[in-house]
């Protein structure tokens, strides 16, 4: 479970991409998506923000679950590098390049093989729970070369 | 002036402390308030977003004003180190590092002499004005002589 606040001390020292009293967290519960080798800590979550932030890091070869929802998703790399399906767009992301999700479009991260990849993102406090393409939707991702070479690397 | 959103693009890549499609801007209005060597990009503000990530950098031997507000500040360190004064904390920042400003406390950021600082700043899109101390304040602080050294700086 994570804690409802986070942040109550003013300096949390960074090491090794983990924080003071800040948690490793499952990225979800296991079974419940597709993902691999992603863990999950949250840096910034208060009642006087709208917006938390989180940390999330792939292992080299490690990936998201391909998902879509309301709320936006604004990144920033922070780690490593690797790539993104956004839409029907796979891009090769690199440390401190910044994607943004737009509502509704489908999307997934993946670490290179040879690197992990981390990422800061900063959602609404209130959001929408994500969705995973039907089987109809995930054929048609196919049609598209580049898109199905991003997800056959599962 | 800021433009009203900022992150149309997918993906806007990382180049020397700069991003695609984001404008570098002043800290401030030149005059308003006591800063040295400081410049601030919006890299995501979105109507769909409770929250701003802004980035702001200080030369080396920069600062930010000496200020606080209702609105709470969620800070990430992205680049080199220096020290910041939170509240009557005077502490020694590094890259990665998590700093936690609560409404109402004294804040300050200021670069090492011989290196840059550069910082993420997620904040609430609805907020008040920073305000800045009165002599009186400037002087109580003064009482404390790590506080002390450090306003001395500027």
């Given at each position: 479970m994570d804690k409802p606040k986070q942040g109550g001390s003013i300096l949390r020292r960074f090491r090794d991409y983990r924080w003071d009293e800040t948690e490793l967290l499952?990225?979800?519960?296991?079974?419940?998506a597709p993902f691999k080798a992603i863990t999950r800590q949250t840096l910034f979550r208060d009642p006087a923000l709208g917006c938390e932030l989180r940390y999330f890091e792939m292992a080299p070869g490690g990936y998201s679950t391909l998902e879509r929802h309301e709320h936006m998703h604004a990144v920033l790399i922070l780690r490593g590098r690797g790539e993104c399906l956004v839409g029907d767009e796979v891009r090769k992301i690199e440390t401190n390049d910044l994607v943004t999700i737009a509502p509704w479009t489908w999307h997934q991260f993946r670490a290179a093989s040879d690197s992990h990849l981390g990422f800061l993102c900063m959602v609404n406090v209130e959001r929408d729970k994500p969705v995973q393409p039907t089987e109809d939707e995930r054929k048609a991702f196919e049609a598209n070369p580049l898109v199905a070479a991003f997800l056959k690397k599962d």
């Open positions: 499952a990225y979800k519960e296991e079974g419940s």
